[in-house]
């Protein structure tokens, strides 16, 4: 409702300004006139429908569809200054919630568990059903995800949440998490003797011996990146220092369900990948105009962490996407990695990643309202698009068949990329 009003009162003033010039020196006429045909068009349309619809106008409705309308895909959209303020504060890593993320299914089963937030903490994890949840561990109750959303919303302080992932409950155990401001983390290292985690608060790594990866080979470690923001790329950089140090030779990336993020961050993180001198082209936008804007990895240092025959192995599914997809096709155009070497989930579509080769642009008016628009199309160093097609098994990449989440018996996905990779070592 809040976003609505201020929507809506941004348009209301700019009428409001041009009424006000009925009391200056242009008038009324003036000012109008002063607008282009369409402009004008548009506010006569808004206030005709207003005073004369048969029914009286829902103007949070009326607004919400004309600022809709500037969304001419659904990376773009409009924010007013206070919407854009907390977008920078969450590509700055700073979130609020309990970090749990939903299916969209009637099920209350989590999707995706941020790191940082009081859910990871907790040892909440993607895959789990939320069996029952209520504000104390002895008033837990059943109830569907909409109940589930509803309570959470309403309720302040520690939530207490039964999970497992066994919808049964075999497993199920009580967590407690709680609703606040923290600041996430986009990276979990695994070998087969630690996991490691980067401590935002910190700015330091602890270690997890439980979290160490099982089947893992001896000489190969394994890396999650969850999103391009913040400081993923310095925590990436400390992750694959620990790999290197502890004689780790090969890597398993992990962009599963990662939906991209920042260019700037996408930079740093390629230079930890590429061996290439100066600064190698790791996408390149093309605008409408024909014009081109060329981005670049600076100080690649991949001989830091790998040796010359060392071998990436990526993991992908349909929703690795944008910045994620940017990273691959940096790796594979310039040899670091090999499409033969990149698993990706088959799902209804194929097998094939999101495909989002595009990218968006933001517009700053003076009030600090922000437009963000999709501006260009993206091209990998090797001129190749993916957009709207992904990468795919046509392309070499092998499929895997596994579910979207981990499920009760563990990851088969990975589980699948670990026997092959096995197999061929």
Known sequence: MEKREKRKKILLAVWAVLAAGAF???????????????????????????????????????????????????????????????????????????????????EARIYMVVGGSSAHRAGLAAGQYILRFGASPETLTEGTRAELLSFAQETRGALFLEAGYDPAGSDAAVYEVESGEYTASYCLYRDGETALRYDPATKGFS?????????????????????????????????????REHGKEDLILDLRENGGGMMSVLQKTCALFLREEGRPVIATARYRDGSETSFTAKDCRAENFFGEHSRIFILADENTASASECLIGALLSYGAADISDVFIRRS?????????????????????????????RVFWPNGVSIHGSGVTDEMGARAVEAPLLPAFGGDAFLAEVLSEISETA
């Open 24 to 106: 200056f020196g242009l008038g009324w006429m003036g000012s109008l006139l002063s607008l282009g045909a369409r402009d004008r068009a548009l506010l006569w349309a808004i206030e005709k429908t207003k005073e004369n619809y048969y029914e009286e106008v829902d103007e949070d409705a009326l607004y919400d569809s004309l600022f809709g309308a500037l969304a001419l895909d659904i990376y773009s959209d409009y924010y007013t200054r206070e919407e854009y303020r907390e977008v920078e504060r969450e590509d700055a890593g700073i979130n609020s919630g309990t970090g749990i993320y939903l299916t969209g299914d009637a």
């Open 207 to 243: 270690e997890d011996r439980a979290g160490a990866l099982a089947g893992l080979p001896a000489d190969t470690a394994y890396l999650r990146l969850e999103g391009f923001h913040a400081d993923m790329a310095v925590e990436a950089e400390g992750c694959l220092t620990y790999m």
């Open 348 to 376: 209804d579509g194929g097998v094939k990643t999101y495909g989002k080769g595009i990218m968006q642009s933001s517009f700053r008016d003076p009030a600090g309202n922000v437009l963000k628009l999709t501006t260009a």
